[in-house]
């Protein structure tokens, strides 16, 4: 197990140099100029040019690209994720203090995403209405080709507005976060439904649960005890891609609701042009999708540990195959 972690661990590490690398490249592709931005702003459009050079200076983007990008790398190794250009505070400090609020969100809609998703399924797979049947296995296709801005607005128009029951907009206490959780649960849960329907299909089919049903288990014992556990593996799996899922929908959601966080955060420095900003909060990211797709993948050998095995003998016949050509 520690050798599949640490594969594992090693697996993420082209990924973070990749959402590194793109982030610069990206960032400092988009149209305008911090400084002409700052200036701007603080001087009412009347800065010189020698103004804007000493800034451009003091910022360190009057070097070359890949200047720019070794010094950027440099401190990221050592830890220094920089500084705001429009405020000066540590980037470091601006994660830290957006992470709980999103953190609340994105929890909060992560179990009830899986809550809803697993209901869903189960009911279309318990139960012996058709009708019933129907609505639970069409309900995933549904609330995967709505859009969640569509879904927010809806939330917000009829909770919110017509009915006053919870608050629109803001971070104040658990009634806030209603709206903004369910809109970024529903279409996580609806993927979640989909798979989880698709693999009980095929679990409720395989050998050992007709064997269970030949023995008298009754159609609940096969389904909660039998069948359920081998069908949540590919939902492991797909919690994962979920999380990317609701890391990218975040940034809607907490603008449209006006809530604090990470998204609210990263708009807010795209439209300013603080390119450390963003290049700082892409990089914890791509860090927080790693660390969770390796949480996954060891539940994922936690509940079928033949994936462990499997990824332990890949790993002894490649270094096999490496002895070998270096023996010839």
């Known amino acids: 197990m520690r050798r599949f ?13 990749a959402a590194v690398t793109l982030s610069f490249a990206l960032v400092h592709l988009l149209p305008g100029d911090p400084v002409d931005v ?43 994720s920089g500084r705001s250009i429009q405020s000066g505070e540590s980037v470091t400090s601006m994660i830290v203090r957006a992470v709980p609020p999103s953190l609340a969100l994105g929890g909060t ?21 058709p009708l019933l049947r129907a609505l639970a296995s069409g309900a995933p296709a549904v609330g995967i080709a709505v859009p969640a801005y569509w879904v927010g607005i809806v939330l917000m128009s009829l909770f919110a507005f017509r009915l006053g029951w919870l608050p629109a907009t803001g971070n104040d206490g658990l009634a806030s976060l209603v709206l903004p959780a369910a809109t970024l649960a529903l279409p996580a849960a609806a993927i979640f439904g989909r798979v989880l329907s698709a693999s009980l299909r095929e679990a409720l089919a395989e050998p050992y649960v007709l064997l269970a049903r030949a023995k008298g288990a009754g159609d609940r014992r096969v389904l909660m005890r039998h069948a359920l556990r081998n069908a949540l593996i ?4 797909v919690t994962g891609l979920a999380v990317g899922q609701l890391l990218a929908g ?18 807010a420095a795209v439209d300013a042009r603080d390119l450390p900003v963003v290049e700082g909060f892409v990089v914890f990211m791509a860090l927080i999708y790693v660390a969770v797709n390796l949480v996954i993948d060891v539940l994922y050998g936690a509940v079928d540990p033949r994936v462990t095995v499997a990824a332990q003998d890949a790993s002894r016949g490649f270094g096999r195959r490496r002895a070998a050509q270096g023996g010839q």
């Open 5 to 17: 972690i640490l594969g594992r661990m090693l697996a993420g590490v082209p990924v973070l140099f």
């Open 234 to 237: 590919p939902t492991v799996t």
């Open 109 to 129: 809609a992560l179990v009830l995403a899986l809550a809803l998703g697993i209901a869903v399924a189960l009911a279309g797979a318990s139960s012996r209405n």
């Open 38 to 80: 700052m200036l701007d702003a603080g001087a009412g459009g009347q800065s010189t040019p020698q103004q804007r050079d000493a800034l451009r200076h003091e910022l360190g983007l009057d070097a070359s690209l890949p200047t720019q990008y070794v010094r950027y790398i440099g401190n990221l190794v050592q830890g220094d």
């Open 250 to 267: 975040a940034f809607l959601v907490e603008t449209v609701f006006a809530r604090e966080g990470l998204g609210r955060t990263v708009v």
